[in-house]
């Protein structure tokens, strides 16, 4: 197994947001993410405002800049509320840092120490799209309640269920999927795990084309997507006028019951795309024998897709902020390793219908 930088496994997903308070309450009673830390000006920190979020192993890193002049305020004024950093836990930073600066990564941040009372990370960092980057953590014998500068700030959520991320999917500029593909396979030794097209992926308005990179164990899987010349705007398109550019599209959230799951995070208040009902008269014939009562799905929203190896369930949320920018996706895989290829076309066609009620088809 190919993996030169020696990943483990993505430790957090940092968000930049205006109101970094508001936003845990949102993925505390919206989500059930616990407050597990927090750092702000109680802790010496004068510049930003962080709180850690934690669910099964997922966790969020919510942080808003104090000043204008922090660099957390212009990516806001870019981007809008968004993902900055999808930070990955690897062996040793020094070693990470040097092979993937090698390999033809952009450096961010040299390898350094973070410290406090409760031990020492090391810490570095690479770019990827638009002004998204990759932190790598090292973290032997740290015991802190989540990073050097946090100090434990625990409030429980109500648990929807949510495990783990299972994979986080950028959007980039038409003409550059293939170029962050191959970022993937040299700097991080993913392989390219599927490909769609746009014979795949296209509905009456819109295309697109996505690759899926994967490391061999399958444990981090990023899909990158890139709008395809259609006859009216994608839903890419959108996302990156909206966003100013390339940037992280949807993470998707594993659970293992995801009836129970979406049924909590709809009593929350979290809102979903919805297909046509007719999406579930044909569903039987498609999917064939499954576990779950197409009627709950159907009340629900949930969508299924099956390859050769199983059957997934999967649901998309609406745009978490006002820009039409990021969103949540919840899967459950039952065997399934796809990302509901099956789906494109009643999702997108869905989606295109929020779109057009926002004047962007
Ligand atoms: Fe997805």
């Known amino acids: 197994m190919e993996n030169p930088i020696k990943l483990k496994r993505v430790h957090h997903v940092e968000f930049w947001v205006g109101n970094a308070r508001q936003a845990a309450y949102f993925y505390r009673k919206g989500f059930g993410f616990s407050q597990v830390a927090y750092s702000g000006l109680e802790t010496g920190q004068r510049k930003r405002t962080s709180y850690a979020m934690s669910q099964g192993k997922a966790n969020l890193l919510l942080t808003t800049p104090l000043t204008p002049d922090d660099e957390a305020a212009e990516h806001i004024r870019r981007h809008g509320d968004g993902v900055r950093d999808i930070a990955f836990e690897v ?3 020094d070693q990470a840092f040097a092979e993937a600066v090698r390999r033809g990564a952009k450096p961010v941040a040299e390898p350094h120490d973070e410290v406090d009372e409760h031990g020492a990370i090391r810490r570095a960092a690479v770019h990827t799209y638009g002004d998204t980057i990759h932190s790598l953590i090292s973290c032997k014998g740290y015991d802190g309640p989540f990073m050097p500068g946090f100090m434990a700030a625990p409030i429980a959520a109500d648990d929807c269920g949510i495990l783990r991320i299972d994979h986080i999917v950028g959007n980039v500029e038409e003409g550059k999927m293939q170029y962050w593909a191959d970022y993937y396979a040299n700097v991080f030794g993913f392989h390219r795990y599927i ?8 509905t009456e308005y819109s295309a697109l084309m996505s690759i899926v990179m994967s490391d061999d164990s399958h444990s981090v899987q990023f899909p990158i997507n890139e709008p395809a010349p259609g006859r009216k705007r994608s839903q890419i398109d959108e996302y990156l006028e909206a966003y100013g550019g390339a940037g992280a599209q949807h993470v998707a959230l594993r659970c293992n019951d995801a009836l129970s799951t979406v049924s909590k995070l709809q009593r ?7 297909v046509p009902d007719s999406y579930y008269e044909a569903l039987p014939m498609r999917i064939g024998e499954i576990e779950e009562p197409v009627e ?7 969508l299924v897709d099956r390859d050769e190896e199983g059957y997934l369930l999967q649901i998309f949320s609406n745009p978490v902020e006002d820009r039409p920018t990021v969103f949540f996706e919840i899967i459950q895989r039952k ?6 290829k099956g789906n494109f076309k009643a999702l997108f066609e869905s989606i295109e219908l929020e779109q057009a009620r926002r004047g962007n088809l």
């Open 296 to 302: 709950q799905l159907r009340r629900l929203g949930i």
């Open 195 to 202: 490909t769609f097209d746009d014979k795949d992926i296209s």
């Open 335 to 340: 065997g399934c390793r796809g990302f509901g």
């Open 268 to 274: 929350n208040g979290i809102n979903f795309l919805r």
């Open 91 to 93: 062996d040793d930073a």
